[in-house]
């Protein structure tokens, strides 16, 4: 074997080298930026959650309950000036359209029994 030969072939050797060198290189590096990201990630789910939870105790019924029954607030509870009566005549407009309402029910509830089953089927297996 001459020497101009073992030395082409060290050359393609270390070449090879270096290149697998600096692939494994690389996958560290992207592992390394990919434990990056997911403590990023991570970090953003907890902010998201943190945040939730916040705006939640916040429409709670206790703080809201607390908002309005401190001396300090500005929301008041109605009284009785504020309040709208409706007339009797409208009410009873209603209870006649309620009871026509219930007596079609009625007739037509009738129809179904005559076509309804007595018994409920059951499934028996074959022998």
Known sequence: ???SHAIR???FVTLLSLIYINMQMQIYDLAYKGKIREGIVKQLKESNGISTYNILKLKSANNLGCLLLDEN???KFLDKSQIIRLP???QRKNNNNVALAKEQE???NSWLNIFSLKSEAEAR???
């Open 1 to 3: 074997m001459k020497i």
């Open 106 to 108: 009625n007739k037509f």
């Open 9 to 11: 072939i060290m050359f």
């Open 88 to 90: 009797v005549a409208a």
């Open 73 to 75: 607030s500005e929301m």
């Open 125 to 127: 297996p074959q022998h």
